[in-house]
């Protein structure tokens, strides 16, 4: 698709690792990332949202370096643009942001530039920029991913059926995902590896069989990161009985936090949305959605 009138970019947001699979899971939440573009003289972004109205509104914009930088890697120079940005996803609180802002730029640079990228050429793009892929294959999927990376190669699978709610807890304050890796140990020793992978392995297992419990069990037995991270997250002990004791299953770190996130069975998740707006007034409680479309470019008439 080349740009002749307006086209929407629209980009969910998205949760990554459930617990123990670090670097590898994600989910796809009903949270998005809109840009609304048209031809212009020069690249032009702008925003309503007080959260993204200060950002850089040229090319040095991240969404339009992403996207410049995507179709210059197939010999296209991208004619400029002007884009309205708006987000309902908040910045570095671990609900992907970041990601589905890389997202936006790759699907701009194939929606403007005509690149024709197929879904799995937009994943390895958008996890070289992310460095993982379960917040971006979230992103471009929807759904459930699980995907595996090394480098020049991201395998992943996706799944649509997933009967469960979803609770988020979302404090004021950030927490950038850089400084939440950098308390992550750089190694981990061959028993430790073991217990981890095989606590991720379980838990997709128990997620497709839909044994709850024993999802929920795997999710809060992590051995990866959130052992490392829980010091920067407050209340994540208090979070964790209060999100049992109202119809959670499994709670973890939502990425790489501070959001805490909760799964419920079906018709639960309101009950734990009050309970938490009483014993967290701070925080932001929310019932989200699961997306199941992922990213997606629509093409508006002026
Ligand atoms: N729409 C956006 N436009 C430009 N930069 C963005 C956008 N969304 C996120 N970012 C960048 O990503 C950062 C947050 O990324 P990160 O720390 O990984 O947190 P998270 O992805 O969990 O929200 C922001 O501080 C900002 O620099
Ligand atoms: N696997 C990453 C996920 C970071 O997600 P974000 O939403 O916090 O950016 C990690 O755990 O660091």
Redesign the pocket.
């Known amino acids: 698709m080349t740009l002749r009138d307006r086209l929407m970019i629209k980009v969910p947001a998205s949760t990554a690792n459930l617990g123990p699979g670090f670097d590898s899971m994600g989910l796809a939440l009903d949270l998005y990332?809109t840009l609304e573009i048209e031809k212009s003289k020069e690249w032009h972004c702008y925003s309503f949202c007080e959260e993204?109205k200060d950002?850089p509104t040229g090319e040095d914009?991240?969404?339009v370096k992403v996207a410049l930088q995507t179709a210059a890697h197939y010999g296209v120079e991208l004619s400029p643009c002007k884009i309205k940005?708006e987000?309902d996803?908040?910045?570095?609180?671990?609900?992907?942001?970041?990601?589905?802002?890389i997202v936006?730029g790759i699907e701009l640079a194939d929606a403007v530039g005509g690149l024709h990228l197929t879904k799995q050429q937009k994943l390895l793009h958008a996890t070289e920029w992310e460095g993982h892929p379960d917040?971006v294959g979230a992103s471009i999927y929807g759904g459930l991913v699980i995907g595996c990376y090394k480098q020049n190669e991201v395998d992943m699978l996706s799944f649509t059926n997933l009967p469960i709610e979803v609770v988020v807890l979302i404090p004021q304050e950030i927490l950038?995902?850089?400084a939440s890796r950098d308390v992550l140990p750089e190694s981990y020793t061959r028993q430790e590896a073991i217990e981890a992978s095989s606590t991720a392995n379980l838990l997709v297992g128990a997620l497709l069989t839909q044994n709850w419990e024993l999802a929920g069990k795997m999710m809060e037995s992590d051995r990866f990161h959130q052992p490392y991270r829980k010091s920067l997250i407050q209340g994540y002990d208090e979070i964790e009985q209060m999100a049992k004791a109202n119809g959670a299953f499994g709670t973890a770190l939502s990425?790489?936090g501070p959001t805490m996130i909760c799964f419920t069975e079906k018709g639960r998740a309101a009950g734990l949305v009050k309970a938490f707006e009483t014993g967290f007034p701070a925080m932001t409680a929310k019932k989200l959605l699961i997306d199941y479309i992922g990213s997606s470019v629509i093409e508006l008439v002026k």
């Open positions: 990332l993204l950002f914009n991240y969404i940005v987000s996803i908040p910045l570095a609180r671990g609900l992907g942001s970041s990601a589905s802002a936006a917040n950038l995902t850089k990425g790489a």
